[in-house]
């Protein structure tokens, strides 16, 4: 099967083409700190670049994968918006990826090709939110390739992050002797998380990108949902406005 | 030759097909009603609804118009000014369904799309509504009023304007919002004023920029020189209503609220009438048209209708926020040959196209 996965829930834009075979190339635009995300200007034109090089027509292509985040807002909509988009002009089905689990799948598979070491079983994957918030997922390798998710995504405090894994690990009765933290949460929050049994690889490893490799390969095993047009932003938090209506703290809100 | 068009400047999500010739064939527009209780539009809140149901809007445009896909020719969507956000869903979408069958893609100026909803072949009798079949022709001025914008264009050709004025603060759909959620009425309270407004007096107050108010004279040399301009302002009209209502004994405020509807929309009214005939005379054109959301004012319909000159109205549903607006600038602007629009981005309201 022929897929084509994008993931725009960081300020990166990636893209990745995956072929019958399971080859697959990438292709991103990962901006410097401090440069606007391309998720607009580059996402499509990345896609592009891969269908010409491989040789592949548009028309060829029997699956999109995307990544639904959680991540950047505006981000996720172009991606998720161009993935639909994508989707319903082809007539193709569209599955969606969690960004975290793509995060954590592609430290693990680079773990696996040696091209990295660092990658042990457990793995914590973190994307900045901003606010002083990350958003969090924990995942156990526990076959080559398959990720079993221990803790739930969640939007929090980098500072709360320690206190959840310890809840995990008694929830299902294992000590984790050291966690991989990866993504641009784990580079930023480094201080609040390196304490310890948690190992962040250093600022410029490859394991902290979410890769659209990651989600080409998690979008090919999905089971192919309920249709292109149920696909959207796992926003995990809600709009300041209903926030401020309902008055911050009340209710159940926010999410934690 | 067919365009399929898509337009997400706001809080509207919008998809049309339109012929080359100009015939509308279908006009799909889905509006939000999730920011009434916000007093607003809240562009984080439009922007996930655009997503959610912007597929759906290009499906049923494309049913609508008993087309498919297949037979599409051009695709096109509001690039800008708009809320950022709001836009990139349309404009994603929309070179997404381009780029995959390597169609040629037309990026469109949400205000060049107001005029054109002035070039639309509208069959009469038409489910949308209509006034006339035949497109009207340039030269004309072009008078846009909404919740967003507010401009007088000078209209000479089918692919751009000249802008004779503009407002300088608030735009007139926002002034009748924010009137009328300040009487108490609620927000979109534009239509809720005006019925308001029909029992009233529009002589009972002189707010600024009314016919009334130049009647009793009386302004500083500032305000007559910006009098001469041609462009609007309705942050005093605002600020001049909230004083008044605050200077009103309560008990006056109930009983006279239909008076201070009246006279509140007259002085909008007078503002765009005024400016609208002054640029009539400057120009020496005799052909108005207008758009916008507050081209469905029923009391400035009539008094463009005094104005005696040939006056052009698209149907509501053509006025407010729609993709056949956005269709039919399409065929007339800049289209863009496969992969040449991969890398568009939309602009922001006070941006320019980039
Ligand atoms: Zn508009």
């Known amino acids: 099967m022929i897929v084509l996965g994008l993931d725009t829930a960081t300020p990166s834009s990636a893209a990745a083409l995956r072929l ?35 040789g592949v027509g548009w028309r060829e292509i029997e699956r999109i994968a995307v990544g639904a985040g959680p991540g950047t807002f505006t981000g996720l909509r172009v991606g998720i918006a161009t993935a639909r988009g994508l989707a319903q002009s082809l007539g193709v089905e569209l599955v969606s990826v969690s960004s975290l689990r793509a995060l954590a799948h592609g ?150 | 030759m067919t365009v399929l068009a898509l ?21 799909v527009i889905s509006s939000q009603e999730a920011h009434g209780r916000f007093g607003g539009v809240v562009p984080e809140i439009a922007s996930r609804q655009h997503l959610e149901i912007v597929n759906l809007v290009v499906e049923r445009a494309l049913e609508d118009a008993g087309a498919t896909l297949e037979e599409v020719e051009l695709v096109a969507a509001t690039q800008g000014p708009g809320l950022v956000g709001a836009l990139l869903v349309g404009l994603s979408t929309a070179k997404a369904l381009a780029a995959a069958r390597e169609l040629p893609f037309a990026p469109v100026d949400h205000l060049q799309g107001h005029v054109a909803a ?72 534009g239509a809720a004023l005006e019925r308001l407004a029909a029992d009233g007096d529009p002589r009972a107050f002189a707010f600024p920029g009314s016919a009334a108010e130049t009647a009793r004279g009386g302004r500083g040399a500032r305000r007559k020189a910006f009098a001469q301009s041609l462009d609007f302002s309705f942050a005093g009209l605002k600020t001049a209503l909230l004083y008044t209502l605050r200077d009103l004994p309560e008990a006056q405020a109930g009983a006279r609220a239909s008076d201070l509807a009246a006279s509140y929309q007259a002085a909008i009214v007078d503002s765009l009438i005024l400016r609208a005939e002054r640029a009539l005379e400057r120009t020496g054109i005799t052909r108005l048209a207008v758009g916008g959301g507050v081209a469905a004012n029923g009391e400035l319909r009539r008094r463009l209708g005094e104005l005696g000159v040939a006056l052009h109205v698209p149907a509501r549903r053509l006025c407010t926020d729609n993709a056949a607006m956005i269709a039919s600038a399409a065929r007339f602007g800049e289209r863009l040959p496969y992969p040449d629009y991969l890398a568009l981005d939309a602009y922001a309201t006070g941006e320019s196209r980039r």
């Not at chain 1, 500072?159 to 894994?165: G, K, N, T, W």
């Not at chain 1, 809840?167 to 930023?188: C, S």
């Not at chain 2, 706001?10 to 006009?27: E, K, P, W």
């Not at chain 2, 846009?144 to 304007?161: N, R």
Request: proline fraction near 7%.
């Open chain 1, 107 to 256: 430290a693990l598979v680079a773990a696996e090709a040696g091209t990295d070491t660092s990658a042990g079983e457990w793995i914590l994957a973190v994307i900045d939110a901003r606010r002083g918030e990350v958003f969090a997922a924990a995942y156990r390798a526990r076959e080559p390739g398959s990720l079993r998710e221990v803790l739930a995504p969640v939007a929090v405090a980098p500072a709360l992050l320690p206190e959840l894994l310890a809840r995990a690990q008694e929830e299902i009765g294992v000590r984790v002797p050291d966690w991989l933290a990866v993504g641009d949460g784990a580079i930023r929050y480094r201080a609040e998380l390196d304490a310890g049994d948690v190992h962040v690889p250093s600022e410029d490893s490859p394991l902290h990108r979410v890769s659209a490799a990651a989600v080409c390969a998690l979008g090919a095993d999905a089971p192919a949902g309920g249709g292109y047009q149920s696909v959207l932003p796992d926003y995990r938090r809600r709009p300041d406005a209903e926030l401020a209506l309902r008055g911050v703290g009340a209710g159940e809100d926010p999410p934690r």
């Open chain 1, 20 to 54: 019958a075979d399971g080859r697959t190339s990438e292709a991103r635009d990962d901006p410097r700190p401090g440069e606007h995300p391309g998720h607009a200007t580059r996402l499509l034109g990345l896609a592009r670049e891969l269908l010409d090089e491989e």
């Open chain 2, 7 to 27: 337009e997400s400047s706001c809080d509207d999500t919008c998809a049309a097909v339109v012929d080359f010739d100009g015939r509308m064939r279908s006009n």
């Open chain 2, 118 to 189: 002035n070039f639309l072949r509208v069959a009469d009798g038409g489910s949308n509504g209509s006034v006339g079949a035949e497109p009207f022709e340039p030269p004309f001025l072009c008078l846009i009023a909404s919740g967003g914008h507010t401009l007088l264009g000078h209209v000479t050709g089918h692919d751009g304007f000249e802008v004779l004025g503009r407002t300088l603060d608030d735009a007139a759909g926002e002034a009748f919002d924010k009137g009328a959620r300040m009487l108490g009425l609620g927000y979109p309270g």
